[in-house]
């Protein structure tokens, strides 16, 4: 008899392989990260090494017993292609992965119907080690919000328009958030995902920075008065 380890929404589980690695030499990034939650849920992590979503999974969308690193290779998201409109959940158990139809983790893991089945030495990769995500977070931002607008005044982060994509699937707007060192943190609607960007070197120092915004100010301004000097004439 197979043990079940997780179970979880398949239309996650693609938005997150949106966060993996495209890399060849990074094997360990071309998967998302199941693992258990505290409140008995599971908690969805992929990475690019630029880039990192986390997603927790209520008790009543996901669970999870113990940890695996879920494959993202072509076949298995080809797989779970159309699986926001099916409603497929994803049945990760010690001899394989069942890609299956149903609502919710109990219905998924008792008898529902089974799409597909994808053997454990496809759908997980063994041998490997997650890396340790929570070391990147970032720590919690302190000081009062003068003292944070001040701060922008000197401190810039750079993003790379083409990180962003893939944030895009947990909702139409998204938040960020830094606290000038470190990584950024990004909120989207959904109230359970976590989004994270570690800022680069755009070639932009906030001397640049300051001299635009001061330059489009300037031009405003004119064409303001240029705009009130002819409506006056």
């Known amino acids: 008899m197979s043990n079940t380890i997780a179970v979880f929404p398949a239309s996650d589980f693609v938005k997150l392989a949106g966060f993996t690695s495209k890399d060849e030499t990074r094997p360990y990034l071309k998967c998302v990260n199941i693992e258990p939650a505290p409140d008995g849920g599971c908690i969805m992590v992929a990475t690019t090494g630029q880039i990192m979503g986390i997603l927790r999974q209520p008790v009543d969308m996901g669970r999870a017993t113990g940890n695996l690193m879920v494959s993202t290779a072509k076949d298995i998201l080809k797989a779970t292609k159309g699986s926001a409109r099916e409603c497929l959940y994803l049945v990760c158990r010690d001899t394989g992965m069942d890609i299956v139809v149903a609502d919710n983790p109990a219905a998924a893991i008792d008898g529902a119907p089974v799409k597909a089945t994808i053997p454990a030495s496809a759908a997980y990769l063994s041998g490997l080690t997650f890396p340790a995500w929570r070391k990147v977070l970032p720590e919690k931002q302190s000081g009062t919000r003068a003292d944070k607008i001040n701060e922008t005044t000197t401190r810039y982060a750079a993003i790379n328009p083409d990180l962003l994509e893939p944030f895009a699937a947990f909702g139409e707007f998204l938040s960020f958030?830094?606290?000038?060192?470190?990584?950024?943190?990004?909120?989207?609607?959904?109230?359970?995902?976590?989004?994270v960007i570690m800022p680069g070197n755009g070639g932009v120092t906030p001397d640049d920075i300051l001299a635009r915004r001061a330059y489009v100010m300037e031009t405003a301004q004119a064409a303001t008065e240029q705009a009130a000097t002819e409506q006056a004439a």
């Open 177 to 195: 958030d830094w606290n000038g060192l470190g990584a950024i943190s990004v909120a989207a609607q959904n109230p359970n995902f976590y989004g």
